[in-house]
């Protein structure tokens, strides 16, 4: 038997025992080496290999996979030739970059292959490289051979050749990110910071999946604070075998997945959070196995996840810590984890409750940040509140019980909005009732002639003067003798400005003020705002009427519109559509939903907005746009004031109104 590349390790065990050590001449251990070594996985890697700096590290020293036990699992994937690629939806401090550190690390120094690391901006890669890169590439003394012994040929956004392989550190909008060269593993972090690519070619992680291709074994780990149910990571979270950790409680032996909701919290008498200094002090807040209703301290609920373990959807784990029930093979792996998951050392239930109550304060307050901040950052999950979005079908159900240009019973005041587009309006008229009940009376495209485009160009106002005024006021079903014209019209002044100001200031059916949607709009539901005089012709419209222009908050009235369009049953705050409503309105109205964008505001802090955006397969938005327009005018008239006794539209207010009269919520 002669040594070769085609022996398995028995042969080359059995050749070496055949020879004499003696007669070889060489000593046993020297024996040993002459046998390939195995190559060693992330977690034996990491665990030989690491030293955490004292700088960087919360707990410095030789690397312990026991302070994060459910990272094994997710590391061992990365040698694992089934899996293609590991999902991590994770909150934002609990171990995550140094999993890809060790993931980095390993795959240079044990399995040398083209690998990149995408981040969402340069400065995040500078940062990461800087703060925690360096120092891991200088206290490895194998990672710095690979270096050439030197820090400073660690390159950023351009590849790094080492002696065994090709590191690319890259940000999502850089020539490395979006080049060609193949790359075999690829770590996408923070997925859902990565701007929004839409428009170009496609995004970094379509990209950088097509340049694995070309290896057979090719590799990916993704992971990210989520943001909402359309990021990056919970799509792909979703499309894995969707992992969580299974506790096993101390005290029934049982397991189950760690929950917010089983953390009892210590309320005033009138059932009201405490402080969130209170829960800092501590005492104030346990988690409760909901299996056998016993408190955990926070020794149990550590000791609870040391002895958990993973199991995809549609598996649990029994009280022998087995796998039950049966899943199809998935070769993506996708994991959840969360703050409740973690060490002590690193988060106490006491400093969650904190943040908690520190985000529903703000939340009572009106600023939703804090919350959906709570939401994705410590307990990982998507943020998902009713209102963010609009759905076709079962808006669908709203339809009937009467026809379009009849005025039913319980309307007591009819409002339009107007989208202007370059070659036509989109006008939608629609009535209220007591508690924002609401009908749609009318809907119309009204085309007309246009000449030129932009400010230079112009349009015919007429057939919008003609549907306003000629088709209004409508009688009232089954009160021949009474009718009702439109109390108020808002017109989009975005397009043709000046030609709206003149169509407002000339317009005589009703009142009719022009109005701007405003994604940052600080200032309430909407604001009146003095029309600035910039050319000639504006003063010239302006010496015509006083005439305001009203910017409206898209943000609160879009998600007024979808909390209306989601109340089921008639009654308050329900939307009735007439008989014959086709489906490209509904469509249009169901056009966008509320995105969350996490940027950098200009401190450096990472901040969540929130922002309606078209949803990717649709294109058309403009009756969603004249409608909020609609509700706009409706808030102007003081529909939340009508009650069930009310008999009259609410009195109209003065044309001329004090920019003092904001509405605020
Ligand atoms: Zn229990």
Redesign the pocket.
């Known amino acids: 038997m002669v040594w070769g590349a085609g022996m398995n390790r028995a042969q080359k065990h059995t050749l070496v025992a055949e020879f004499s050590v003696e007669a070889l001449g060489v000593l046993a251990e020297e024996a040993a080496t002459l046998e390939p070594r195995e190559k060693r996985t992330v977690v034996q890697w990491a665990a030989d290999e690491r030293i955490l700096d004292p700088l960087t590290a919360p707990i410095p020293g030789r690397f312990n996979w026991d302070y994060t036990p459910f990272w094994i699992e997710p590391a061992l994937a990365m040698s694992d030739p089934e899996v293609r690629a590991v999902i991590i939806q994770k909150p934002a401090q609990c171990g995550g970059t140094e999993l890809t550190n060790n993931v980095i690390g390993w795959a240079i120094d044990e399995n040398p292959v083209p690998l990149m690391v995408i981040m969402p901006s340069e400065r995040d890669v500078t940062r990461r490289v800087d703060v925690r890169l360096r120092a891991m590439f200088q206290a490895c003394p194998s990672l710095m051979r690979h270096l050439g012994g030197d820090l400073t040929n660690l390159n950023i956004g351009k590849e790094t050749i080492l002696d065994n392989c090709i590191l690319y550190l890259a940000w999502a909008s850089s020539a490395a990110a979006l080049g060609d060269s193949p790359v075999c593993l690829v770590i996408f972090d923070e997925v859902d910071k990565y701007p929004d690519l839409v428009g170009r070619e496609a995004d970094p992680i379509s990209l950088g999946q097509q340049r694995q291709r070309t290896f057979l074994f090719a590799k990916t780990l993704e992971l990210s604070t989520p943001t909402d149910q359309w990021g990056h990571i919970h799509r792909d979270f979703q499309a894995g075998d969707r992992r969580e950790w299974w506790a096993k409680?101390p005290?029934?032996g049982?397991n189950h997945i760690l929950r917010w909701a089983n953390v009892q919290l210590d309320k005033t008498k009138e059932g009201k959070l405490l402080s969130p200094s209170e829960y800092a002090a501590g005492g104030h807040a346990r988690y409760a196995?909901p299996?056998?209703g016993?408190i955990w301290t926070e020794v149990e609920r550590w000791e609870a996840v040391s002895a958990g373990r993973w199991a995809p959807a549609g598996q649990g784990v029994n009280a022998d810590g087995k796998l039950t029930g049966k899943v199809k093979p998935n070769n993506r792996r996708s994991y959840h984890v969360s703050a409740l998951m973690l060490n002590p050392v690193f988060m106490t239930t006491d400093r969650l409750a904190e943040k908690w109550a520190v985000a529903r304060d703000r939340y009572h307050g009106g600023d939703h940040g804090g919350m959906i901040d709570f939401i994705n950052s410590e307990l990982g999950e998507v943020w998902a509140p009713t209102e963010a979005t609009t759905d076709q079908t079962a808006l669908a159900k709203h339809i009937g019980g009467y026809a379009f240009n009849t005025i039913p019973d319980g309307v007591r005041v009819l409002t339009a909005g107007v989208d202007v587009q370059m070659d036509c309006f989109y006008a939608t008229v629609w009535g209220w009732g007591a508690g924002y009940e609401n009908w749609l009376i009318a809907r119309r495209r009204i085309e007309t002639t246009s000449f030129g485009e932009g400010a230079a160009g112009a349009m015919d106002f007429e057939p919008l003067r003609a549907f306003l005024t000629e088709t209004f006021p409508l009688p009232m079903i089954g009160k021949t003798e009474e009718t009702m014209p439109i109390s108020l019209t808002f017109i989009d002044a975005q397009y043709r400005t000046d030609q709206v100001y003149e169509f407002c200031a000339g317009f005589t059916g009703g009142d009719c003020y022009p109005a701007r949607g405003e994604d940052g709009l600080r200032d309430g539901y909407m604001t009146p705002s003095k029309l600035e005089r910039t050319t000639e012709r504006r003063r010239r419209i302006l010496r015509r009427g006083q005439l305001e222009l009203w910017r409206c908050s898209t943000l609160l009235l879009k998600s007024q519109l979808a909390r209306l369009m989601n109340v089921p049953n008639a009654g308050a705050g329900h939307m009735h559509l007439p008989e014959g409503t086709d489906e490209d309105f509904l469509k249009q109205m169901t056009s966008e939903h509320l995105r969350i964008e996490r940027k950098r505001n200009r401190y450096g802090k990472m901040q969540n907005s929130r922002m309606w955006v078209l949803k990717p397969a649709h294109t058309a938005n403009h009756y969603w746009d004249a409608s909020y327009l609609a509700l706009a005018a409706a808030r102007h008239r003081g529909v939340h004031r009508l009650t069930e006794t009310t008999t009259t539209p609410p009195k109209r207010t003065a044309r001329r109104v004090s920019s003092m009269d904001r509405f605020r919520r």
């Open positions: 409680c005290h029934c049982e196995c299996l056998c016993s």
